[in-house]
């Protein structure tokens, strides 16, 4: 019995010991968002010191969603409103590719989004020290109804040096 209860106590400490020296989850990429960047005593190497901006900036994005994202008729007749979250990555030539939905509302406004996306101009790359980085970035392809839609818009400049 003695013996039983022991083997028990040491399978639990090895048991909870597993437990805690599991992996650490993979670290999640930075993502840029306006008036979310801060300047950073020693930053990061992928992190860049002026981030990646639509030709003509937030306005200009705004406009570019507004002609061009068409909402599909079945989301429509459910009434489904808001915001596709699509990830991709700014290259250093400004092409967004390696494009994903991050976070969908339905498979017709998916599929919108990313055919919106994939029509953008290029980009006015990130830079670090000057060069060129590629930057992974997340954004929120508006549908339904745009008289309610809200863009956070950037105060100041976003250069850092």
Known sequence: MKHLFFILLLVGLGVSAQAQTATSPAKQPIVLQADHMQAQQ???ANRP??????PGGQPALNKFFQQ????????????????????GIIETDGDLTTLAVARGLSPECDAEALRVLRMMPPWRAATRKGE???VQIQLAVPFGN???????QPQGKV???
Do not use: C, H, W
Not at 49 to 54: H, K
Not at 72 to 82: F, K, L, M, S, Y
Not at 146 to 152: N, R, T, Y
């Open 42 to 44: 020693n930053p990061a």
């Open 49 to 54: 010191d002026v981030a990646p901006q639509f």
């Open 68 to 87: 061009q994202v068409k909402y599909p008729e079945a989301a429509r007749v459910n009434q489904i409103t808001g915001n596709v979250m699509v990830t």
């Open 132 to 134: 060129q980085i590629p």
């Open 146 to 152: 745009s008289a309610v839609l809200e863009v956070e």
């Open 159 to 161: 250069k850092f040096e």
